[in-house]
């Protein structure tokens, strides 16, 4: 139950602040791309349909030169690999396998883990805290589902670093799932959870 709403919160607030667009339609627009695929996995259990669109996204902003959009394509990538979503399609993912030829059914914790590790070193060479303290939430998440307490509980810890650091960059925006009004909240309730208290 803790993992649960550990991946439930983690998953649902990393990328919302990104991807702000919101998910009402398919646009050119790889930001919204991500955002319907973020709702298409975890809210309409439709991976395969919202896979095709993170790795659209992924490509436009390589396209672009765009490193921090690549990071948060890959920060979804690594969400969407541990989605509710994903483990309902088993079947599919089974037989047909991944776009990414390098992933599989039994092993998708441990690449959603290798893409949120991708998208934290492009956000820390581009000193993007405000990304860091999500995306090591996400990093949180994976290692508390395979049961690497510690790792998880360090991962929380250096969220919260992140997130103070983001409070000294002027435009930083950090979100929080509804039901928090801080990020300080949030980040003890996950702390809570992981059983890192």
């Not at 319907?36 to 490509?59: C, G, H, N, W, Y």
């Not at 990538?77 to 047909?96: I, L």
């Not at 405000?130 to 307490?149: C, F, P």
């Amino acid at each position: 139950m803790q993992i649960a709403r550990l991946m439930f919160l983690a998953g649902s607030a990393i990328f919302l602040a990104a991807c702000s667009t919101g998910p009402s339609r398919v646009s050119d627009d790889p930001a919204a791309k991500l955002a319907l695929a973020t709702d298409l996995f975890q809210s309409k259990e439709q991976p395969v349909a919202a896979e095709r669109l993170i790795r659209e996204a992924m490509r436009a902003y390589e396209a672009k030169g765009d490193q921090v959009g690549v990071a948060d394509a890959y920060g979804t990538y690594g969400t969407f690999f541990r989605s509710h979503g994903v483990a309902v399609a088993e079947s599919k993912y089974r037989k047909d396998g991944f776009l990414d030829p390098t992933a599989d059914f039994d092993r998708r914790y441990a690449k959603a883990l290798e893409y949120h590790l991708k998208a934290r070193d492009i956000y820390a060479s581009r000193k993007r805290y405000d990304r860091l303290a999500g995306i090591y939430v996400a990093i949180a998440a994976d290692n508390s589902i395979v049961g690497r307490r510690q790792a998880a509980c360090t991962a929380l810890d250096q969220s919260m670093e992140s997130y103070r650091q983001s409070q000294q960059e002027p435009k930083s925006e950090v979100s929080v799932p509804a039901g928090f009004k801080t990020f300080d909240e949030y980040w003890l309730s996950l702390k809570k959870d992981a059983r890192c208290m």
